[in-house]
């Protein structure tokens, strides 16, 4: 019975947003602008999930980890409302530890609980070296093995935070971490971790 007033609560929050944004847009001679969202896993590929999802919110309320929210009100209308992972919050554990939550609560399977996890890339991280600190919590947060990569100047780059030689961040102090574009599963949990936050995660 709770489920059903939040949902309730929620579609009518997000419906009564999005009918305002339409009708300012519609004054304003503005055209909603479409986007691509970082999308919590089970979207499958070329999924329009902004027509399927009823904006009922279940799925963020159960992320154990807090990294999903509804899309605010925007010009992206079409979107408002629908969950989107944001790195800010947290990152999605599930490449970590079994979980699939937001998938078993989704109500009509905008998020399809079947859609093997391995099959799944929900975005793309690149870190700024500008301001990277090398302080590897890229490294040891990332749960994919060989998706942060250290320069090695003497072999191939090194795939563990504890595999690099004690001095080596000090010794090529220039030298950045990188993420691997085909390794990335776009989990966020670097870009969350990253203490001067110069990780983008961007949706496939």
Known sequence: MNSIGLSRRSFLRYGMQAGAAIGLCSGLSLVSVASTPLRPPGVAAGADMAASCIRCGNCVEVCPARALEQKDISLDIRNTGTPVLNPN????????????????????????????????????????????????????????????LFPNPDGPPYTRAYDIPSGMKMKYAKTKPYIKDDRCVGCGLCAHYCPVKVIDVKPV
């Not at 919050?89 to 609560?105: H, I, L, S």
């Not at 609980?113 to 991280?125: D, I, N």
Request: charged share 25%; glycine share 12%.
């Open 89 to 148: 919050r947290g990152g999605c554990t599930a490449w970590k530890e079994p979980c699939g939550k937001c998938a078993e609560v989704c109500p009509t399977g905008a998020l399809d609980k079947k859609l093997p996890l391995e099959s799944q890339v929900l975005g793309t991280a690149s870190i700024r070296e500008e301001g990277c600190v090398n302080c590897m919590l890229c490294f040891e947060k990332c749960p994919v093995q060989g998706a942060v």
